[in-house]
């Protein structure tokens, strides 16, 4: 039985990693270098953002929006990206086991900075496929060692049809893609690919239409439908 302190932790060890994945999504976009600077700063005033002031949802409310230097507005970001991990890592951890859980924290953590990324800059981070993978990989040995070989298959057949999309749309398909769709295929199962394929070539022309633009990326929506499904998929089988 969940208590309130084990739903406290969580919900904070969510917002903690939710500050982590700010400085994942702003720097790239800045155009700075993950390990620099070292502390984080105020992008207006360039000062040092002490600890005090860098507390998940509470500094932003104290703070009242804004920098203690300079006074500049903080982005309303910052704190909604913390909430939604927050939640999210309650969520999973009142719901799987502690391995599927931490597992699925996981590749939260690497998926979300890359919706940024990638609807800004058309960049796909290594470390997000990467961590996907691993992390599919061992929530299959773990819990769906039985349709492992379904499941790679179906990777493979997502892996094809990219490959082809890619050599007649050269332009249409990031190379980024190519990874991350076979590694969430393999993560959602089987079973659930072809709703993966569906739903996120249906975001990508839907936001190609709203946006006029001819280069889709397919990468946010690839994430967003893929962990979604890999959500059902251990909904229904743990």
Do not use: Q
Not at 101 to 122: G, N, R, W, Y
Request: net charge positive; glycine share 8%; hydrophobic share 55%.
């Amino acid at each position: 039985m969940w208590d309130k302190v084990s739903l406290l932790f969580w919900f904070v060890m969510g917002t903690i990693f939710g500050s982590f994945a700010n400085v994942l999504i702003y720097r790239p976009i800045a155009g700075l270098k993950l390990t620099e600077p070292r502390f984080s700063v105020c992008p207006s005033c360039r000062k040092r953002i002490a600890w005090y002031d860098n507390i998940p949802i509470l500094s932003f409310i104290i703070l009242r929006g804004r920098c203690r230097h300079c006074d500049a507005k903080i982005s309303v970001r910052y704190p909604l990206v913390e909430l939604i991990f927050g939640v999210s890592f309650l969520i999973n951890h009142v719901l799987f086991p502690l391995d599927v859980a931490l597992l699925t924290d996981a590749i939260f953590v690497a998926s979300v900075p890359a919706i940024f990324t990638d609807l800004k800059l058309m960049l796909l981070p290594d470390y997000t496929w990467i961590t996907v993978l691993v992390s599919a990989f061992l929530i299959n040995v773990l819990h769906f060692r039985g349709s492992m070989f379904l499941d790679v298959f179906g990777a493979l057949i997502s892996l094809g049809i990219l490959i082809v999309l890619k050599m007649k749309y050269r332009d249409g398909i990031g190379e980024g893609d190519l990874f991350l769709l076979p590694v969430y295929s393999f993560a959602v199962g089987f079973s659930f690919m072809p709703l993966l394929l569906f739903g996120a070539s249906l975001g990508g022309m839907v936001y190609s239409l709203l946006s006029k633009n001819r280069v889709i990326p397919f990468g946010p929506f690839i994430i967003i439908f893929g962990y979604s499904l890999l959500f059902v998929r251990l909904i229904l089988s743990i």
